[in-house]
């Protein structure tokens, strides 16, 4: 691994709410969302339904899936697909758990970043 | 002429199903006796997993009650089992020592379980799992704590592992052979099923032979042939069972490894039939529940009608496992000529194997979605030819059957045959079903009431649906009387809400795993609707559960199409003073509002907010002595007031004075939606009240109370409910008219809708005519409010729930270092 590292350290696992979701600000591009399912996977979405951009951070996450909180769109954690009739996708930036940290890919963090 | 005698040894489900069949052909053939070893009624014993479990109470698994007996004048001897049989002078003996003479008898004794004879399988604590006895013993065993062991990794013993486990017990398996349930499932599905079952807590061992249990007196633990060691209170045998031959075999019948019966079920004795697990045709004996039916069907055919025969069964499988489908069916060993065909979907655990040979399905293996099980086992028991769909065959009915099947979900159940198997808990056909239907049975409820079918545990509910809607075309709406849920569940709310109380279930999963539900954590249909439901049935007990709440009621403000916040804080009847209105334009400036709006419900609006900064916002708002205006929430929202007797020259009463009381007493309170009340000073209604859920309109002699208006996208004006002549009057009636709405309407009913559905008669008798009625839920609703008066915003200022508001960390890529925590 490089000095930068392909991932970024960005914290416990255990600063995640269960079935919750906290933010993570990308400076100069755009908000990444944790979400912590029912039985402890994480998964990194960027933090904008691909319907009408809603915070999907602010939704209700269940099974593998979170439920946009303006208009109800469901989106899947695992690949980004809206769920049901709806069609969009939203990009998924990978994640793995080393000793209690939360690893995001770095380069899919930080796609767009000018 | 007296009737001939007919006795039934086993009042089992055997027995009872034999006897059921018998009377439906001919009610008046016999006089009955059936005699049973145990005290109770006959119960579903399949369904002694989901009693075990404490899905299910007793009353819920009995097949039979009394009445039946009664109604069919059965005489019932319980708990007093035969112990002989004469068959020279065709009579039998109890063990009270009643003697009885039969025309005909039916042995239908069932299995015993098979005990295997290691050093210490009669120490106390180790039990099987086949009757009422054992669960009560099971039961007691848990209660106590302590670690279990269940021996034998089949259906029996997979189950009981699961009800022993959700009582609280830390649970071993022990399997002697390589993967679970290895004579239903191949090897892949047999290793999903482990994962799922180890990811619940329990452990399991495969290829664990057992060498000694051991204790003093009672089990202490289980030793392995490899030296393992396992600490137990209580050890489960769940390795298999035999069919009970005892009787049979003093009397003389012949046996093989079961009682041998014909194809009429009769014995090597003309007068003596034998059915169910107990008898062996053909050379198979059967421990399954499907078989039973048939047997049963064949039996009362030959005896009292026109001589079916049966011609021995092909079973199917299912496991009784709640969140884990399991199907198989047939032979799925492979072979010469055998084709598998193979689906796998990891990501949703799923696993699907189909085996063909000469163009015939001949055996099937599902794992994760079981829904075709019925029709692969109808494939098979049919010998269909499938050349045809062999492409679509793994994708299911709905593929196979081509693009019409998969647009419409009826039409699978539509294809199905009259003597395919709806039911498997209660043995009932499509075509029985829909004789019902035709025969009258138009809503599930009805279906369940008259066939049993999904009556048990539910699975089957969605077919049965199905077939009302096919069946009754457009007679059927589509829907029950009652809506569901939502897709997680097949109960309507009003089960949910009674089962919640009757049950005594506390907290979201505990509902979940109580009454079924088909998702593992519902969805943000069900999980916000239970959330309230558990905090309307235990104020003061349950404790709110922020994660099922949407967004609005879990940050306490109101999300914005960009993902900013309005906050509202409350002003009591409308009513404000320069110094909230000071601090409401501090916040304004502060925190860079981009608008403030006067609301409809005559308050401040103030909008932009991140979410960041909504718990300095509330710290400001409470310094300046305002509290959470719950504009977001389903929940008590407003009370409008106009000015009344105080300034208006036309105002009756103290309109504003009555408002502020009102918004006192009611503030905090959540509701299945939004609650709005106002009250006007005289009738021309400056506040609107008309168009309320609670409606207040102030007159000389006193106060006119109007119930369920609302503004919205169906316009709708209140109903009259009554007149009172004090303020506290007014107050007591509304408080009384919220908790009826709390514990009566469906979760996000708005009061409109749901008056016009339980109808303003109803309203009326409750709350005007039943006094006592109101009193008790007035009280109620005081109750609950000493536990809902708490201002949110307070605790979330002073740092509750951070996460929800702070970013984790912040990623700066063009400065060092690269991370910054939040």
New interface residues.
């Given amino acids: 691994m490089s000095a930068v590292g392909e991932w970024?350290?960005?914290?416990p696992v255990d600063?995640?709410?269960?079935?919750?979701a906290?933010?993570?600000?990308?400076?100069?591009?755009r908000e990444?969302a944790?979400f912590h399912t029912?039985?402890g996977e994480v998964y990194a979405l960027a933090n904008q339904c691909p319907h009408?951009?809603?915070?999907l951070s602010?939704?209700?996450?269940?099974?593998t899936?979170v439920?946009c909180?303006?208009h109800?769109w469901?989106i899947s954690l695992?690949t980004g697909e809206a769920l049901g009739e709806d069609k969009g996708c939203v990009p998924v930036i990978p994640v793995k758990i080393d000793g209690g940290r939360i690893l995001i890919g770095r380069a899919a963090?930080?796609e767009g970043?000018a | 002429m007296t009737k001939p005698h007919l006795i039934v040894i086993g009042n089992g489900m055997a027995g009872c199903r034999a006897v059921e069949e018998i009377l439906a052909r001919d009610a008046d053939r016999y006089r009955i006796t059936i005699f049973g070893a145990e005290p109770h009624v006959n119960y579903n014993r399949i369904m002694l997993s989901p009693l075990l479990a404490g899905d299910k109470s007793f009353d819920d698994i009995v097949i039979n009650d009394l009445a039946w007996y009664a109604d069919n004048a059965i005489e019932l001897v319980a708990s007093d089992p035969v112990v002989a049989i004469d068959r020279k002078i065709q009579t039998v003996t109890a063990r009270s020592g009643r003697v009885e003479s039969y025309d005909t008898l039916i042995l239908a004794t069932g299995s015993d379980p098979f005990i295997i004879p290691v050093p210490g399988h009669d120490l106390q604590g180790v039990v099987t799992f086949r009757d009422m006895d054992d669960v009560g013993a099971m039961l007691r065993a848990a209660d106590a704590g302590g670690d279990a062991v269940v021996i034998g990794g089949g259906l029996l013993g997979l189950e009981a592992a699961h009800g022993l486990s959700l009582r609280g017990m830390k649970v071993t398996v022990l399997h002697i052979m390589p993967t679970l349930m290895e004579r239903q499932l191949d090897e892949a599905a047999g290793w999903l099923l482990k994962e799922a079952l180890e990811?619940r807590g329990q452990t399991i061992l495969t290829g664990a032979d057992t060498a000694e249990i051991y204790g003093q007196g009672k089990v202490e633990g289980v030793r392995l042939k490899d030296g393992r060691d396992i600490p137990a209170a209580l050890v489960v045998m769940a390795v298999g069972i035999r069919p009970n031959v005892k009787l049979a075999r003093a009397a003389g019948l012949a046996i093989g490894r079961g009682i041998h019966v014909d194809d009429h079920l009769v014995t090597s004795d003309a007068n003596v039939l034998a059915v169910g697990e107990c008898v062996e045709h053909n050379g198979l004996v059967y421990g399954l529940v499907a078989p039973l039916w048939e047997m049963c069907r064949s039996l009362a055919d030959g005896l009292v009608a026109t001589p079916s025969g049966y011609t021995g069964s092909v079973t199917s499988t299912k496991l009784k496992v709640s969140g884990i489908d399991v199907f198989s069916a047939g032979d799925f060993s492979g072979g010469e000529g055998c084709e598998d065909i193979v689906m796998r979907d990891a990501?949703r655990g799923i696993y699907k194997r189909v085996v063909v040979k000469d163009d015939r399905v001949i055996g099937a293996v599902l794992y994760g979605d079981t829904q075709d099980g019925n029709w692969y086992f109808d494939l098979l028991k049919k010998q269909q030819d499938v050349a045809e769909i062999r492409d679509a065959l793994i994708f299911g009915q709905a593929f196979a059957s081509g693009g019409a099947a998969s647009a419409n979900p009826n039409a699978a159940v539509a294809a199905l045959a009259d003597d395919a198997e709806i039911c498997g808990c209660n043995g009932v056909s499509k075509g029985r079903v829909v004789g019902a239907i035709a025969g009258g049975a138009c809503t599930l409820d009805a279906v369940r009431a008259c066939t049993k079918a999904s009556a048990s545990c539910g699975s089957c509910t969605n077919l049965v649906e199905g077939l009302l809607a096919v069946t009754l075309g457009a007679a059927f709406n589509g829907e029950r009387t009652a809506p569901t849920v939502c897709k997680c569940t097949s109960f309507t709310h009003e089960d949910v809400r009674r089962l919640i109380l009757e049950k005594q279930l506390k907290a979201i999963p505990e509902v979940m795993q109580a009454l079924h539900w088909m998702?593992?954590?519902?969805?943000?249909s069900c999980?916000?609707a239970l959330n309230y439901y558990l905090l309307c049935a235990w104020p003061g007990e349950f404790i709110d559960d922020?994660?099922?709440r949407?967004?609005n009621e879990?940050?306490h403000a109101n999300?914005q199409?960009d993902?900013t916040y309005s906050v509202v804080p409350r002003m009591w009847g409308g009513v404000t003073n320069p110094k909230e209105l000071r601090a409401i334009a501090d916040v304004a400036e502060k925190y860079e509002a981009r608008m403030v709006k006067v609301t409809g419900g005559q308050r401040l609006d103030i909008f932009g907010i991140k979410?960041e900064d909504l718990p300095a916002v509330w710290a400001d708002l409470n310094a300046a002595g305002m509290v959470s205006g719950h504009a977001y929430a389903k929940a008590l929202r407003t009370v409008k007031t106009c000015v009344g007797s105080e300034w208006c020259r036309f105002g009756t009463q103290d309109s504003t004075g009555l408002g502020i009381k009102t918004e006192q007493m009611t503030w905090g309170s959540f509701m299945p939606h939004k609650f709005k009340i106002a009250v006007s000073g005289c009738p021309r209604n400056c506040a609107e009240a008309t168009i309320k859920d609670f409606g207040v309109i102030c007159v000389d002699s006193g106060y006119e109370l109007s119930i369920g208006g609302n503004g919205g996208i169906k316009l709708r004006g209140t109903d009259f409910l009554c007149k009172v002549a004090t303020e506290q009057e007014a107050l007591d009636h509304c408080a009384a008219f919220i908790q009826l709405y709390r514990e009566e309407a469906r979760y996000l009913d708005r009061t409109a809708p749901w008056v016009e559905r339980v109808g303003l008669d109803y309203i009326k008798a409750r709350i005007v005519e039943d006094v006592e009625g109101r009193v008790a839920l007035t009280a109620r609703f005081h109750f609950s409010q000493r536990f809902m008066q708490d201002d949110p915003w307070a605790k979330r200022a002073a740092g509750d729930d951070y996460?929800?508001h702070?970013?984790?960390?912040?990623?700066?890529?063009?400065?060092t270092p690269?991370?910054v925590?939040a």
């Fill in positions: 970024l350290d960005i914290g600063q995640l709410p269960a079935l919750g906290r933010t993570l600000p990308v400076r100069g591009g990444i944790i029912a039985n009408k951009q809603g915070p602010q939704g209700i996450v269940h099974d899936t439920t909180p303006l109800n469901r695992v963090a930080l970043v | 990811a990501a998702t593992p954590d519902g969805c943000s999980r916000p922020n994660q099922s949407f967004v879990r940050m999300i199409k993902g979410k996460k929800l702070q970013h984790l960390a912040e990623i700066r890529p063009l400065a690269s991370l925590a």
